[in-house]
């Protein structure tokens, strides 16, 4: 469903956007149904859904700055109660993401104090990986980062600042709120959303009479960040507020200047034949320690949660199809 019309703002797209005039450019991100319809497939607590959401709109903030035919993603490995943090997106705007957590470990750190949004209560110690996968005929890019940083926003700070020394400002957001609809019971949705802000290297394009002076620049940089934290979690996820108008509530006395959107699609990648190729592969001794009570063998996705069940009709026929 597009929440799109009455009284709805555009949403589930990436919003380009730059300040000329101080040779910033930047991203904002709403996700509305597609990611509360990622979110739901799973049965997280409020604070691990959060955080997937907040990864999601992370993910779509750093794939709208490269230009890629493939996928982005991007995925933590830590020793907390979240042990895997994985979201990804397509060229083509196609977005997932999941969740590994351990529900004991989980109620041990809510006992400790709040965990909300926290990396060091919710994810612990561990690494942060960027990858670029553009297929067997490109070379992958992948960057690493240890989670360094109080939320997520903070550990990708982390990541631009010692590893691609670009000075990058984040503000993202994740909650599940009432949605407007004229009525007492108003229904609740996930929704997610961000802004990211970048420094312009010299060759970003901009001509050198424009360039502004080097304290003109950081005067108008630290300006613009105290702007983007400005920005209020309700701002960011607000149904009714366009992303163009958020832009120009925050950055209109230095012009800002908006580019064609993107939009973002929930739409996981598995199906019947993947699924059917790595069975394949299994010898069919394992397939059969694999069945469930029923006699069948069920794969379910770990992104979509969507199950697969062959019975041994199916399980044969791949054998013969290997054969």
């Not at 730059?18 to 607590?45: K, M, S, T, W």
């Not at 209109?252 to 019947?272: T, W």
């Not at 794969?299 to 019975?311: A, E």
Request: proline share 4%; hydrophobic share 40%; charged share 25%.
């Amino acid at each position: 469903m597009r929440l799109e019309g009455a009284g709805f703002a555009a949403d589930n797209l990436v919003l380009p956007f730059q300040i000329e005039a101080l040779g910033l450019r930047g991203r904002a991100v709403r996700l509305g149904a597609e990611v509360d319809a990622i979110l739901n497939r799973h049965d997280y607590p409020a604070p691990v859904a959060r955080m997937l959401g907040e990864a999601l709109a992370l993910t779509a903030l750093l794939a709208a700055a490269l230009k890629y035919d493939g996928i982005f993603t991007l995925q933590i490995q830590s020793d907390g109660p979240i042990s895997l943090l994985v979201a990804d997106v397509t060229s083509d705007g196609h977005m997932r993401g999941y969740a590994q957590f351990d529900q004991g470990r989980f109620e041990a750190a809510v006992k400790q104090g709040a965990v909300e949004r926290s990396v060091p209560r919710l994810l612990g110690a561990g690494h942060l990986a960027f990858t670029v996968d553009q297929g067997s005929v490109m070379e992958r890019y992948q960057g690493i980062v240890e989670l360094t940083g109080a939320t997520l926003a903070d550990c990708v700070h982390t990541y631009f600042r010692d590893s691609e020394q670009i000075e990058t400002c984040l503000k993202t957001a994740c909650d599940r709120i009432d949605l407007p609809s004229g009525g007492p019971d108003a229904p609740q949705g996930w929704r997610a959303g961000g802004l990211m802000l970048q420094r312009i290297p010299d060759e970003g394009g901009i001509a050198q009479t424009d360039m502004p002076t080097e304290e003109e620049a950081e005067d108008g940089w630290r300006r613009a960040v105290i702007l983007t934290g400005s920005a209020a979690d309700a701002e960011v996820l607000d149904p009714t507020l366009p992303a163009e108008n958020l832009l120009y509530r925050l950055y209109h006395e230095d012009g800002v200047r908006v580019f064609e959107r993107r939009e973002l699609i929930d739409r996981c990648r598995c199906s019947r034949e993947r699924v059917d190729s790595v069975l394949r592969g299994q010898p069919r001794a394992e397939l059969d320690d694999m069945k469930e009570p029923d006699g069948r063998v069920v794969v379910t996705c770990q992104f979509c949660n969507r199950s697969y069940g062959y019975d041994d009709s199916d399980l044969d026929a791949l054998q013969s199809a290997e054969d």
